[in-house]
């Protein structure tokens, strides 16, 4: 069998990686001095890297490899697909088993009224797939203006055209003259580093309005959709004041706005419910999925939409899809991730079990002088680093400086933590166990610990000016 095996050293690894491999967000030349860190293989939560150093890798990848790594039930789903029919597309009126199989699943496992599913690749082939749709179902629904959608500043949506200019990165607009054009971004619901003097209630109700402002600016007659993650992601693992969702839900059903939950990130169990939406209590009309689907295992995202839009989207040809939608091997290797995750009642322990357990350790790490709130949902959390938590005060040097001590400090601990700003954030995998989760918090104590000691010898404890 021909698998990629490393009999390399290390440095010869990395200096023909930094020869002709770009990766994505990524400062090249700083790499190419650094090396990157080749990962050899995987086990649980836990990857090995060329130097054999055993991490905790509590961000499950990107996000995504939620029944953990190393199952070889989905290898073997795999195999045994591609034996039998390795390609095939659902263009010009074909179909195949694993995708009749997989959109009968989702439809079983999405809130009721979601029934419908259209495949892509990934999660940002998907968003560009909302964009399409949404505008061409209110086109055939006679209102060919409704083409507007509101998205959120910091959200994440993706990296194509479309999913780019639905995030509201602004470091990613500024490349390639981004957003495309009818595409507007609103207040996020941060009330850590936003809420000024409001209370949490108070910023969640002053967020949500946003919306009915844009649309009474714009006019309803030209917005399209509302987007929005259930907690937003890769902004910072940002948890919404609990008064944001309702408003939100309120505003999307009063006026004629499909409301598109990005469910890349919270679906599938991340939450502790099968899609974010459950566990806020939101009512989408469209559900973008990617990400857990196949726990990373293959590329697969699509599109969950309601009955009503797949009504109408079906009247005509939608002149949409690519050669992967519905790629019959990921469909099979999602359909294996999806049985598991049910057989193994891993959503479940997520939510009865492993998520209150991290939720309260986690939750006391908010008491560690570095960290001025921490904040956590199922499988999913983040730390605030401040220097004074009263004020909810920024350090004074550049935001990211302590952010990046700190997720130094974390690898030095063999413990994967994404630093976002200056938030820590984590989405470990969700079969992780009780002893696991004590690992992961004793290691996150000790770099909070080192990292502390660090920013204070650097004289980089300074209070910026404060967010209330
Ligand atoms: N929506 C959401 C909410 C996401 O988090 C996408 C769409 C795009 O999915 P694809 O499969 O096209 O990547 C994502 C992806 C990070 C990071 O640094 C987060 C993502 C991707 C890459 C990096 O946190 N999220």
Redesign the pocket.
């Known amino acids: 069998m021909n698998i990629i095996k490393n009999t390399f050293p290390t440095e010869d690894l990395q200096r023909r990686d930094a020869a002709h491999h770009i990766h ?2 990524t400062d090249q030349a700083e790499l190419a001095q650094k090396g990157a860190r080749v990962v050899t293989n995987a086990e649980g939560v836990f990857v090995t890297d060329s130097d054999g150093h055993k991490m905790l890798d509590a ?1 499950a990848g ?3 490899v939620n029944i953990g790594y190393g199952r070889p039930e989905l290898a073997e789903a795999a195999f045994r697909q591609m034996n039998t029919l390795p390609y095939y597309n659902t263009f010009f009126q074909s179909t195949h088993m694993p995708v009749i199989e997989l959109s009968e699943k989702l439809a079983r496992l999405a809130p009721d009224g979601l029934n419908h599913v259209f495949y892509a ?7 560009d797939t909302n964009i399409r749709l949404v505008r061409q179902y209110w086109a055939l629904k006679g209102k060919p203006d409704k083409k507007i959608i509101i998205s959120r500043k910091n ?6 055209m479309g ?1 780019a200019s639905l ?1 509201g990165m602004q470091s990613m607009h500024e490349q390639g003259s981004l957003p495309i054009a009818d595409i507007h971004h609103i207040e996020q619901p941060d009330w850590w580093s936003r809420g000024g003097d409001m209370t949490p209630a108070e910023f969640g109700k002053f967020a949500a309005l946003k919306l009915e402002e844009a649309i009474h600016q714009y006019g309803e007659d030209s917005i399209a959709a509302f987007i929005a ?1 259930p907690i ?3 902004g910072g693992v940002i948890v919404p004041p609990d008064t944001y969702w309702p408003e939100m839900q309120r505003i999307c059903d009063s006026y004629e706005i499909l409301l598109i939950a ?5 679906g599938f169990g991340r939450t502790g419910n099968w899609f974010g939406s459950q566990t806020l209590n939101i009512r989408p009309d469209i559900m ?1 999925i ?2 857990g689907l196949s726990s990373g295992y293959q ?1 697969i ?1 699509g599109s969950i939409i309601s009955d009503e839009i797949a009504q109408v989207i079906g009247s005509e040809e939608f002149t949409h899809g690519y050669t992967y939608s519905s790629h019959p091997v990921a469909a099979a290797v999602a359909c294996e991730n999806l049985r598991i995750l049910e057989e193994e009642a891993i959503v479940d322990t997520v939510r009865n079990v492993t998520g209150p357990y991290l939720k309260s350790k986690w939750e006391s790490l908010g008491d560690h002088p570095l960290v001025g709130e921490a904040k956590i949902v199922g499988l999913m959390g983040s730390l605030a680093l401040s220097p004074n938590k009263k004020a909810r005060a920024p350090f004074k040097v550049k935001e990211g400086t302590v952010g990046v001590i700190c997720r130094q400090h974390c690898f030095n601990n063999h413990l994967i933590m ?1 630093a ?1 700003g200056d938030r820590m ?1 984590i989405s470990p995998p969700l079969i992780i166990s009780i002893d696991e989760i004590d690992l992961l918090i004793d290691r996150t104590l000790n770099s909070l610990d080192v990292a502390y000691a660090e920013v204070k010898n650097q004289g980089l404890w300074e209070a910026g000016a404060s967010h209330k």
């Open positions: 994505p967000f961000m990107l996000w995504c690749s990934s999660g940002s082939e998907a968003n959200a994440y949506h993706g990296s194509t999913g995030g993650e937003q992601g890769a990005d469910e890349v990130i919270c973008t990617a990400k590329p995202g994404r976002v954030i």
